[in-house]
């Protein structure tokens, strides 16, 4: 499974951003995905997650800012990042836990990352 993340870029501070991250690959299955956010010299941290029936989850520094959404007929979950703050720089990372066809388990997959910058 190869996850594929766009959307990231340069963004004043209050503005907004939307980031795709479609899957692709031999899926059989996709439960749970998300969004992991790391900032510079920190430690990975999770923005936001979503089931394969929509529940949702997300970081105390996101809710009311961020909507994670999915469209499971394209394997695809989005972010939309509104008021974005001048700390919140981070390289964002697609996260999903799915199985393969053959496969009689699932595993976490990881986007290669896209960078967010919030700045004037």
């Known amino acids: 499974v190869q996850l594929v993340e766009s959307g990231g870029g340069l963004v004043q501070p209050g503005g907004s951003l939307r980031l795709s991250c479609a899957a692709s690959?031999?899926?059989?299955?996709?439960?749970?995905m998300g969004w992991y956010r790391q900032a510079p010299g920190q430690q990975p941290e999770l923005a936001a997650v979503?089931?394969?029936?929509?529940?949702?989850n997300y970081a105390d520094s996101a809710k009311g800012r961020f909507t994670i959404s999915r469209d499971n007929a394209k394997n695809t979950v989005y972010l939309h990042m509104n008021s974005l703050k001048p700390g919140g720089t981070a390289v964002y990372y697609c996260?999903?836990?799915?199985?393969?066809?053959?496969?009689?388990?699932?595993?976490?997959?990881w986007g290669q990352g896209t960078q967010v910058t919030v700045s004037s």
């Open positions: 996260s999903a836990n799915a199985a393969e066809y053959g496969d009689g388990w699932s595993e976490d997959y």
């Open positions: 690959g031999n899926i059989f299955r996709i439960w749970t």
């Open positions: 979503i089931s394969s029936d929509g529940n949702t």
